[in-house]
C-alpha cells in the first residue's frame, strides 16, 4: 500500500471534498483523484461515495480511514524517532490560533520553535473558532488555541487564561485624553452599535450569552470577520466594537482608539489549548504546547507595542496589564 495515497485517501476523507484535499495537500485536483482511484483498484473497495456536496467514506473507507490515521501517525513517529538520532525532534506541527493571539504570540512562538527544535517544522494558520476546531477534527491542525472552548468527545480543553474584553471606539479628532466615565455596563454596552463578528465566533456568543442573561441583547449594526477590518470600520465610524485585549496589541495607530473595561468584575473570556483526542500527540506536538505554556507565563502580550496604554475611566487601562492566567 502506497503511503502517498494512503495519506492523500485520508485527507480527502477527513476534508470531505477532493478540491479541499487538494488544495491543503498542494497538488492538482485530477492527480489527486487518481491517486485515491489507485488505491480503491489495489483493494478492490470504493472508499469514497463522490456526489455535488463533495465526497463520503464509504463503510471500507470508514475503516480503512480509522487504520490510516494510525499508519501515518506511527509514520511521522519513526521519522520523530530518527531525528532523535541525529540530536533533536524532528516532524511537522500545524497551530491554528484567532487572529487577535496570532498577532502577538506568532514572532515569538516561531523563534522559540526555532531555538527549540531546529529539526523540526512549524505551521501556524489563522481563522475563527468555528473553521479552527474543524482543521482540529480532521487533522489539519495538531493544536488550536480557542475563545471559550468546551471539552467534547474529540477535543482535549486546558485553560490557559482569562482575557478581559474591551469596548473599543473611535477617538474623537483632536482629543488627547479621554473623558473619565469608568467601567461600562453590559446593559448600556447592549444599546451602543456594535461592530462585530459573524455567528459562530466564539466571542460574539459569548456577548450573546452574557447579555441574554441580563435580558437583553446586542444592537449589530455590522457583522464584519477579522480584527482588522473590525478596527478600520470602528474607526471609520461605523459603531463600536468588543474585543480582547490581544486585538489591539500590534495594531499600527493604538492611540486613534479608546478601550473600555465592560462591568465590575470585568467581562473576561477564557482562552485554551485544544487538541484532539483521536490521535495521540506526537513529541515534537508535545514540546510546542510547552513552548506555548512558557510563553503565557512569561506574557505573551508583551510585545514590541509595549508602552502603549489606552486610557479607560479616570486611570489607564493597560493593554500589558496581566492577564489572569490557570
Known amino acids: 500500500m502506497d503511503l502517498k495515497q494512503l495519506e492523500y485517501f485520508v485527507r480527502v476523507a477527513e476534508l470531505g471534498s477532493f478540491t479541499r ?17 489507485l488505491l480503491e483498484v489495489e483493494l478492490r473497495q470504493n472508499l469514497l461515495v463522490r456526489n455535488g456536496r463533495g465526497a463520503v467514506p464509504t463503510e471500507a473507507g ?11 501517525y506511527q509514520v511521522e513517529r519513526a521519522r520523530e524517532d530518527l531525528g532523535r538520532l541525529r540530536g533533536g525532534l524532528a516532524g511537522r506541527v500545524a497551530v491554528g490560533m484567532p487572529t487577535s493571539v496570532a498577532r502577538v504570540l506568532t514572532v515569538p512562538l516561531t523563534r522559540a520553535f526555532r531555538e527549540a527544535l531546529p529539526e523540526a517544522r512549524l505551521s501556524i494558520s489563522e481563522g475563527l473558532s468555528g473553521s479552527l476546531q474543524e482543521g482540529l477534527t480532521s487533522g489539519r491542525l495538531d493544536i488550536v488555541v480557542l475563545y471559550n472552548a468546551q471539552p467534547s468527545r474529540e477535543m482535549d480543553v486546558t485553560p490557559l487564561m482569562e482575557e478581559d474584553l474591551l469596548l473599543v471606539r473611535a477617538r474623537p479628532p483632536g482629543l488627547h485624553e479621554d473623558p473619565p466615565p469608568g467601567p461600562i455596563e453590559l446593559s448600556e454596552v447592549a444599546k451602543l452599535p456594535l461592530v462585530i463578528p459573524t455567528r459562530p465566533n466564539a466571542i460574539r456568543m459569548y456577548v450573546e450569552a452574557e447579555m441574554a442573561d441580563i435580558g437583553c441583547r446586542p444592537n449589530v449594526v455590522l457583522e464584519i470577520d477579522g480584527v482588522s477590518a473590525i478596527l478600520d470600520l470602528v474607526l471609520d465610524g461605523a459603531g463600536c466594537a468588543i474585543l480582547s485585549r490581544n486585538a489591539l496589541l500590534n495594531t499600527p495607530r493604538p492611540s486613534a482608539y479608546t478601550a473600555q473595561q465592560i462591568g465590575t468584575p470585568p467581562l473576561r473570556i477564557r482562552l485554551s489549548l485544544a487538541t484532539s483526542l483521536q490521535r495521540p500527540a506526537t513529541p515534537v506536538q508535545k514540546a510546542t504546547l510547552e513552548l506555548i505554556r512558557a510563553r503565557r507565563r512569561r506574557g505573551w502580550w508583551r510585545t514590541r507595542s509595549e508602552g502603549v496604554a489606552v486610557r479607560a475611566g479616570a486611570a489607564h487601562h493597560d493593554l500589558r496589564a496581566p492577564c489572569r492566567s490557570w
Open 62 to 72: 470508514k475503516l480503512l480511514l480509522e487504520h490510516g490515521r494510525g499508519i501515518l
Open 21 to 37: 484535499a487538494a488544495i491543503e495537500l498542494d497538488v492538482a485536483q485530477p492527480a489527486l483523484s487518481r491517486q485515491v482511484r
